[in-house]
């Protein structure tokens, strides 16, 4: 999982949208985005935790290449996440940040903002 928060507003800046929302996507079937706590580096570790007892590699899936458990991870977490944006600015809560999951690498990854205005 890496913190990505800080690459969001960025984003946002460029379109010069004031209120509206960010749609942040992770184009890949094997990785994901989230939303949560960014101040307890025990909370990541304590949810990637527990989606390895529940969805082990070795979980005997038939998927052919042997990632299974990272597709069932990326089903779990999500593609994606929408942030309001209000006077500029990304209306996340006092601890939240937005978090990059991959479950099948290290691998060249994209993550895609779209800023819609509203």
Not at 63 to 69: I, L, M, Q
């Amino acid at each position: 999982m890496i913190d990505i928060t800080s690459l969001v507003p960025g984003a946002v800046k460029k379109t010069g949208v004031g209120n509206g929302v960010a749609w942040v996507y992770v184009p890949h079937t094997t990785a994901g985005v989230t939303i949560q706590e960014n101040a307890d580096p025990t909370v990541k570790s304590d949810l990637l935790a527990l989606l390895a007892r529940l969805i082990p590699k070795d979980g005997g899936f038939q998927h052919a290449e042997g990632n299974a458990d990272a597709h069932i991870k990326c089903s779990i977490i999500g593609a994606s996440q929408a942030v309001p944006i209000e006077g500029g600015k990304l209306l996340l809560g006092t601890w939240q940040g937005i978090w990059f999951c991959e479950f099948d690498g290290p691998r060249a990854r994209r993550v895609l903002v779209k800023v819609l205005g509203g």
